[in-house]
């Protein structure tokens, strides 16, 4: 899943794809890189960032969709608001990319009302205070289990678990020990939704075990993907899609699906 967010202010892009032109053409090179779904963002969730109001995310995010909507690689929508995955999906988005997991009132029913798939991620607080001092006894059953009763809910709601992708949230409300440990323990989570999905590329717990700034963490972001496939993420969420594509090439080549 190749990343393009249509923001002024993401960490590991803002304001490079902030303007249509810029993230269609963007969203057009990771397909070419060999990106097997896009997600479309217009709202950054980075620890500490502010909720962006509708409207501006609604014409962030629409034009590009809509131009997209032809491309030829399935296209998600990464956002919260109920009433833009109506219109998403509308425009020609065939995925609602949910880092509150539909709890939105209303979010189910606008997943269920269509055919769409859905990804549910785990998120401890919300983005303004998620990494004030997050605790847990447990991460990877606490994770799980949270995991477990949004699939339950999507399910009641008439959302099949064919269609449901779930999130552990690497970054949301997670210290590097939390990070590490529910990478580690990534196998936990087989069967609790119908596919697996990491989202590890570029993020601060990258930079905290190497030391280096945003912009130089393609490898530990490979080395992460990587990781996360081995432990059996079906789908990794990344910015660096041709580097990710060609490791990922190689280690499917020796290791098979195993
Ligand atoms: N991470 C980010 C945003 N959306 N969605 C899922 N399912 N999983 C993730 O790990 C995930 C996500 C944060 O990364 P990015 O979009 O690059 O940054 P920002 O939130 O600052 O736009």
């Known amino acids: ?14 304001g490079l794809f902030a303007g249509p032109a810029q993230a269609i053409a963007q969203a057009r090179r990771l397909i070419d890189e060999g990106a097997d ?3 479309i963002g ?3 969730t980075r ?8 409207a501006e995310e609604r014409r962030r995010v629409l034009p590009v969709i809509e131009n997209l909507s ?27 990319n949910d880092i509150n997991a539909l709890g939105a009132a209303g979010a189910l029913e606008a997943v269920a009302a269509s055919d769409a798939a859905v990804c ?4 401890r607080g919300d983005p303004r205070t998620m990494q004030d001092a997050p605790t847990y006894d447990d991460v990877v059953r606490e994770v799980r289990d949270y995991l477990r009763g949004r699939v339950a809910a999507a399910e009641a709601a008439g959302i099949a678990r064919g269609r449901i992708v779930v999130d552990p949230g690497f970054g949301f409300g997670k210290t590097l020990e939390h990070n590490l440990a529910l990478l580690r323990g990534l196998h936990a989570f087989a069967g609790v939704g119908g596919a697996l999905l990491a989202g590890l590329s570029r993020k601060s717990m990258l930079g905290r075990l190497t030391g280096r700034e945003v912009g130089e963490r393609v490898y530990a972001g490979v080395a992460a993907a990587l990781a996360a496939v081995k432990n059996g993420a079906h789908i ?5 899609v041709a580097a990710t594509r060609d490791a990922l090439t190689v280690w499917q080549a020796v290791m098979g699906d195993g």
């Open 42 to 44: 217009g709202e950054s």
């Open 37 to 39: 779904i896009l997600d």
């Open 236 to 240: 990794v969420r990344v910015h660096d």
């Open 47 to 54: 620890p500490g960032s502010a909720p962006v109001p509708f």
């Open 1 to 14: 899943m190749g990343v393009v967010n249509v923001t002024p202010d993401s960490f590991s892009d803002g």
């Open 70 to 96: 032809a491309c030829g690689v399935p296209v998600a929508v990464d956002t919260r608001k109920p009433q833009l995955m109506r219109e998403a999906l509308a425009a020609g988005a065939s995925m609602i």
């Open 120 to 123: 549910l991620m785990h998120l």
